[in-house]
């Protein structure tokens, strides 16, 4: 069993287009992420919740809008593409717990081309 | 804020043999953890090992390893008997404790390894 899926595993699209990704996860974990992977494979962190309150809203465009339906989902929706957001998206995991490593669990990355 | 460095964009390491990956970081926080990730070419971030950098002891999984040395703010890995399938991006990363209910990884550039026979 896949413990974090994302789907699509690539998303070719023109600019201008608006596309959702989802990511969902299997570990019972409370705290989700978004990270986004640029061409030279620099990773950086977008977004966290947990139990689907927003707790980490780093400075990305506001045309990226994170849901959580529910603390097993955070799907990433984005408006008016533009080709600078051509990335590998990650989702990630943990169990959102204080006082001990809270080890992060990806998904498998999301290619997304804008063309 | 951290940062995390990784000053070895590219190494090379014959099957069988040991390499040490390096990778420096800066903070002021004293309750803080590290981790290794290592991305194949299929993409999958897959976690290595982790550090917590209260403990002394230099963390282990197998054939990986850490020198962790808190005083001088360096986490290198080792990875011993090499094998083909180690090939792939080594990214190593910091996380703040004590954060609350998430906590974001601040990941160095990446070394990307392979392995040769």
């Known amino acids: 069993d896949t413990a974090v899926s994302q789907t699509p595993k690539y998303l070719v699209t023109q600019m201008g287009n608006d596309k959702s990704i989802k990511c969902e996860q299997n570990l019972g974990h409370d705290t989700m992420y978004w990270y986004k992977q640029d061409s030279k494979k620099f990773l950086k962190i977008m977004f966290s919740?947990?139990?689907?309150?927003?707790?980490i809203n780093e400075t990305v465009p506001n045309r990226f809008s994170p849901k959580s339906p529910d603390k097993a989902h955070l799907n990433l929706h984005i408006n008016s593409l533009e080709l600078g957001d051509s990335a590998v998206y990650f989702c990630?995991?943990?169990?959102?717990?204080?006082?001990?490593?809270?080890?992060?669990?990806f998904g498998p990355g999301t290619r997304l081309t804008v063309l | 804020a951290q940062t995390v460095t990784q000053s070895q964009p590219e190494m090379s390491v014959q099957e069988a043999e040991t390499v040490t990956l390096s990778c420096t970081y800066d903070t002021s926080e004293s309750n803080y953890y590290l981790f290794w990730y290592k991305q194949p070419p299929s993409r999958q971030m897959i976690l290595v090992i982790r550090?917590?950098?209260?403990?002394?002891q230099n963390a282990t999984e197998n054939r990986f390893s850490v020198n962790f040395q808190k005083a001088a703010k360096s986490f290198s890995l080792k990875i011993s008997d090499s094998q083909l399938g180690d090939t792939a991006m080594y990214f190593c990363a910091f996380m703040k404790g004590n954060t609350g209910t998430a906590s974001k990884l601040t990941f160095g550039t990446g070394t990307r390894l392979q392995v040769t026979l």
């Open positions: 550090q917590e950098a209260y403990k002394q």
């Open positions: 919740y947990n139990n689907k309150e927003l707790i």
């Open positions: 990630a995991s943990s169990q959102g717990t204080s006082g001990s490593p809270d080890t992060q669990y």
